[in-house]
């Protein structure tokens, strides 16, 4: 693997892909640069705020989203009754 001594922003910013810093946030407080694919170089849109498939960068990676917990029903009575 290779190790790089600065964070992937920075060198885009470097190499002059920097698309700037997006102070636009949504509701929930969420902004672009907190974003797991931007952070790492991976996202390829050039919108002014997060889009639906937002996913916070974390020291943990890219976690999936949370799921509802299933709820089982009770089986149904006998039929005919």
Known sequence: MIQVEQPPP???AA???DRGKS???RKNGH???D???RS???CALALDEPC???RPDTP???LPPRQPELLLRDAPGPAGA
Do not use: I, Q, W
Request: proline letters at 0%; hydrophobic letters at 45%.
């Open 15 to 17: 190499l002059g892909l």
């Open 60 to 62: 943990d990676g890219l």
């Open 23 to 25: 102070a636009r946030r």
């Open 10 to 12: 920075e060198v885009a």
């Open 31 to 33: 902004s672009c640069e």
């Open 52 to 54: 639906s498939t937002f």
């Open 40 to 42: 790492r170089m991976l």
């Open 35 to 37: 974003c797991f694919f």
